[in-house]
């Protein structure tokens, strides 16, 4: 079955607005969380990352939440821009092996 | 920043065909992986490598070999190629303990199996 699942293929938002990213895992062993971001024909870069010891971890505009109860992992991009506009995977980790996502698109329109 | 060199950046074969994909990483990186990218299954895991002359199989392995040869360089085999295999294929690496699960991508190779 699919470890890690990104509900949402797509979301749209609007310029300002808050885009929030959910992703779910099944395995309880995952003690690392991330989120990448990838524009169409480049390569995934890392965006932020937590360990499973914390709960909530804030960078800029990007805040990413972790509910181990719920294996529920989740993106906040507040004041969204065009420029966010990309495919955002999420990603978990457990002895070195990352294991990603499908991905969601975000399209912030002006 | 981490540096991650794919070789070549497009190719095309027919179905059978043999095809290499070359990765260089010129950061001491220990952690060498090989993904495939497909629309509707994002980034899936072909295998990876601690280190020279190890192999770990990934998720998605059959159709594939790799070797890794030395520290920098981890190769993708498709000794016979079939159109299911027509992909975008990115190498990355990532380093030891903390740094371990920061992995840095190549540019990618799109692959066309006719």
């Known amino acids: 079955g699919q470890q890690v699942k990104q509900s949402s293929p797509s979301l749209t938002v609007q310029e300002g607005g808050i885009s929030i990213l959910n992703c779910d895992y099944e395995n309880d062993m995952f003690d690392y969380f991330a989120w990448y971001k990838k524009y169409p024909d480049n390569s995934p870069t890392l965006l932020i990352s937590?360990?499973?010891?914390?709960d909530k971890r804030e960078d800029g505009r990007l805040t990413v939440f972790l509910n181990k109860s719920g294996k529920h992992f989740s993106l906040h991009i507040t004041a969204s821009q065009p420029e966010d506009t990309a495919v955002y995977l999420c990603a978990e980790a457990n002895t070195g092996k990352l294991t990603f996502g499908h991905g969601t698109i975000l399209r912030v329109h002006p | 920043e981490a540096a991650v060199t794919q070789s070549p950046r497009n190719k095309v074969t027919v179905t059978g065909g043999n095809v290499t994909l070359s990765c260089r990483q010129t950061?001491?990186?220990?952690?060498m992986y090989w993904y495939r990218q497909d629309t509707g299954h994002g980034l899936r895991l072909i295998h990876y490598s601690y280190g020279a002359g190890n192999l770990q199989i990934g998720d998605v392995p059959d159709g594939y070999k790799a070797t890794r040869t030395t520290q920098e360089d981890f190769f993708l085999l498709l000794e016979l190629a079939s159109p299911s295999q027509t992909s975008l294929y990115f190498c990355a690496s990532s380093g030891l303990g903390g740094s371990q699960n920061t992995l840095y991508f190549g540019a990618g190779t799109r692959l066309s199996v006719l």
């Open positions: 950061n001491s990186h220990n952690y």
């Open positions: 937590v360990r499973s010891n914390v």
